[in-house]
């Protein structure tokens, strides 16, 4: 009925009207990779650390099962995987996205888009949540905000799942290749404080082999921060 040519990710949909979130059904239940879990809305949808996410009708809220046969170094690369093809995607539709590493797509400096992913044993569940026609939180956007008009929410999901299929096909093959297409989209060159267990400033540079952001300080010392419980913020 979708019509989907995927290979893997699209191989089977679940649809809801309405769930607690996706990733809390998609790692809880047994399901084959590629699965997709799909809903019009969530009524507990999350972003890391359990911090709200707002999930109204009109949005792309889905998750994926996945059990890549990686080496464990590159498993963090899959939220990469999330954010290109999330930017791809505004791409096909003239949206110009932009990654906030790691996890966000940002239009305009608006956040546009997040990608959680959480892991259960040897299932790796990766979450997006695309703000298309839905309402959003002061601040953020919406494609239907940014073009003038509704997206058709169905062509945004197949646009999505079939881009997300073949980055996932070729991560399996060349997981580092992701890598440059992070850093082709990426905001970089701008100054950003990075808070967590103690904060610091600097430029964002880079990112290294294994997805981390290489930060310039003012001293000239450069810091490498892994996507763990830091967040980033411009200044
Ligand atoms: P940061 O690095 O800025 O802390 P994050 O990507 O790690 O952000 P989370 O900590 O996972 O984000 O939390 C998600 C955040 O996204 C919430 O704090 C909220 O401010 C914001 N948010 C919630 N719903 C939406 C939405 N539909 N669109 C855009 N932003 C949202
Ligand atoms: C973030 O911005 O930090 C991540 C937000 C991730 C939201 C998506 S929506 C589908 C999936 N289900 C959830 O509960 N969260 C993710």
């Given at each position: ?12 949909v ?35 650390l ?30 990469f ?14 949206i110009?996205?932009?990654i ?6 940002l ?16 299932k ?21 905000l ?81 996507y ?8």
């Open positions: 009925m979708l019509g989907l040519k995927t290979s893997i990710i699209g191989r089977r679940i649809y809801f009207q309405e769930i607690t979130s996706t990733n809390e059904f998609a790692k809880t239940s047994y399901l084959e990779e590629g699965t997709v879990i799909v809903a019009d809305k969530q009524t507990m949808g999350h972003g890391r359990n911090r709200k996410w707002e999930s109204p009708e009109g949005g792309l809220w889905l998750s994926i099962v996945l059990s890549p046969k990686v080496p464990q170094k590159d498993l963090p690369k899959i939220v995987l999330g954010a290109v093809g999330v930017v791809e995607t505004l791409k096909e539709f003239s110009d996205g932009r906030k590493w790691p996890n966000d797509v239009v305009n400096y608006k956040k546009i888009a997040g990608v959680l992913v959480e892991g259960k044993g040897d790796i569940v990766l979450g997006i949540g695309l703000n298309v026609n839905n309402k959003v939180p002061n601040g953020a956007t919406s494609m239907k940014e073009l003038g008009s509704e997206v058709p929410l169905l062509s945004v999901f197949r646009s999505l799942i079939t881009n997300l299929d073949r980055l996932y096909l070729n991560f399996l093959k060349n997981p580092m290749d992701i890598l440059n297409l992070v850093r082709d989209n990426m905001i970089l060159g701008v100054r950003v404080k990075i808070l967590g267990d103690g904060s610091f400033e600097g430029i964002a540079e880079d990112i290294d082999d294994f997805g981390r952001l290489i930060i310039r300080l003012d001293s000239g010392e450069v810091k490498k921060v892994i763990g419980d830091v967040s980033l913020r411009f200044l």
